[in-house]
């Protein structure tokens, strides 16, 4: 493997000095894009398009070719490891996912495999070695995967849910259901993500989009417990180099002391978050990625510099700080729009590293 | 009218003494009653229904012959003045609300109105006048309107949304158009809730629900600050007693200080927030409402009666906490569930009175 030409992405998170506050995008490969739709397009289906390393490995290299981005991040779906389990994953146009075998009993938990990376999802793993090879070392390749909590979401309630009333019946009826039911989750998003190390990713992140929907207490025993589970075993190091971990849960501001507890490397904040105070919480212990409203993307050039040197401001000096929107990227954003944002990071975040 | 025989819900907001930890649960009146589903039936539509005000004081009446309430809501909707304005406001089977004329522009902030409460909005005054006397003492009447930025998002987005698109781009490219419209919302809300207290209202709430999908400095500026000027201008005191004013803003645990700022009497705060941590934060500066999540009305009698004694536990003993749900109760709950929940507060928070 090429050695690695810019490197901040990794530094920031391991609050290592850096020149400039490395910047990327949730969603970044993704339908804003024209060449994406048009990849899209031809590979059919959206899973057709996860599933097809070259593909995956084209659209994941898109946004690089435009912007000045400092990381590139695996192109999939958190939604692979209940896909491999079986539970009949599609995608209807313009809707949500949907499982057509959905969990609602031990019975369904017991039944459930444990997917081996390298077999049923060894398409992922594929995908990361093209997309590694074809990136030669210019910037890291993060892989990433579902927490247990918001990957049981999908699979209790057979697709996206706004209340997710199903899971919570099962959380408050029979938690011993839903624990099963996470802790083959854990299993399974641990070894998924070994092997996406062992296959060439630098980094890992977890999103945990739906942890925020649960009480405090509900949150630690049925979500952050099990990310902590996945943490501790992690590889940490590939390649001769760390390998930093980065959990994300939206909408889980209040709980950033308790995260940092995981031994997770860095925290991913969503645009709620004040980052002054989530840098006074935890900033001794972990590196802080985020944390713009994806919304602000569609402000005028000057609109998008004036948030960006506000976050970097809340944030202030010293090294800890990855730049990123506190959310994906949405569908409708000009692609001329990140150029602003990304240029800006770089350049207005140098005065905070001299 | 009658003197209060009950007045624990008032004395709480206060944090004044009471005997047992007062509770009621959002949108008590509702769906989840068989006889709301009659009366509701009975009245045709939601608005048909809201606009009726011997129909609305009967389902509001409706879940205090079940439980042991310690206040009464008035049945109306946060949407009424958007309604009032000339928007179009329709419920579509099954559907959230739409409007007809959504806002998209300056000439349109300037058309719209000022509604007079007694005027286009008296059905809602005379809701209130027949709620208050038919309670005839018993419980106190909260009066409620929807936050400025929690309206101006069905106004501009013309409904419900999941992205919040429209507004967000008003928001970050004219923010003087957003700021207009909340400007006259804030006029609205006040003359609307200061009606209400003259028609009866002993209490007053402001849901602020959309108001946790912006960032730190955005919500001061676009949600709370206008909260704050309507907080400054409600009447406190009616009938020789205060008025209590409480916020709610949903998902908004990081802001709680900032809330407090406001003048207002007491927060409600959703289930995601620590409510031992929220009561060190600002429990010296008002009282907090809340905030078991509404899925815990899926559990068992035990299961509920423990998940009331933690949080009883959690605010500990002392004056200032109304017990109530972190949001509305949902409408598939067994309507002997809240009698588990209503008694268990009651009976498990009086050693915390002694």
Redesign the interface.
């Known amino acids: 493997m090429q050695p690695l030409v810019n490197d901040r992405y990794l530094r920031a998170l391991l609050r290592q000095p850096v020149d400039e506050t490395p910047v990327w995008m949730m969603r970044q490969a993704g339908r804003y894009l024209p060449e994406y739709r048009d990849v899209r397009t031809q590979a059919g289906d959206f899973m057709s398009l996860c599933r097809n390393p070259e593909l995956a490995c084209e659209v994941t290299l898109q946004p690089l070719r435009r912007y000045a981005l400092d990381a590139a991040i695996l192109f999939s779906d958190i939604l692979t490891i209940p896909d491999a389990m079986g539970l009949g994953l599609t995608f209807g146009q313009g809707e949500g996912p949907r499982f057509a075998r959905p969990v609602t009993c031990l019975r369904d938990v017991q039944q459930l495999p444990v997917p081996d990376p390298e077999d049923e999802l060894r398409y992922v793993m594929d995908a990361v070695r093209t997309i590694r090879s074809a990136l030669q070392g210019k910037v890291p390749l993060i892989g990433f995967a579902g927490s247990p909590w918001t990957l049981a979401t999908y699979m209790v309630e057979g697709g996206s849910s706004k209340?997710?009333?199903r899971i919570?019946?099962m959380?408050?009826?029979e938690p011993e259901i839903l624990h099963a039911l996470l802790a083959k989750l854990a299993d399974s998003v641990c070894l998924y993500l070994n092997a996406q190390v062992a296959a060439g990713a630098q980094s890992l992140m977890i999103f945990d989009t739906w942890g925020?929907?649960?009480?405090?207490?509900?949150?630690r025993a049925f979500s952050l417990d099990y990310m902590a589970r996945i943490v501790a075993g992690l590889t940490r190091e590939s390649e001769g180099r760390p390998v930093p971990v980065t959990l994300f849960t939206k909408?889980g501001?209040?709980w950033l002391e308790a995260i940092a507890d995981t031994g997770c490397d860095a925290i991913g904040l969503d645009?709620?978050?004040?980052l002054a105070?989530a840098r006074r919480r935890v900033g001794h212990r972990v590196a802080l990625q985020g944390?713009m409203?994806p919304?602000?993307l569609?402000?005028?050039a000057s609109?998008i510099e004036q948030e960006v040197a506000?976050i970097l401001a809340e944030f202030g000096p010293g090294n800890g700080h990855v730049f990123n929107l506190?959310h994906g990227i949405?569908q409708?954003v000009d692609p001329a729009q990140p150029t602003h944002f990304v240029d800006a990071v770089h350049r207005l975040s140098r005065p905070y590293h001299r």
């Open positions: 209340t997710f009333t919570k019946q959380m408050v009826r925020g929907v649960l009480s405090t207490p509900a949150y909408n501001g209040q645009w709620t978050v004040d105070d944390n409203d919304a602000m569609y402000a005028s609109g506000r506190g949405a409708d």
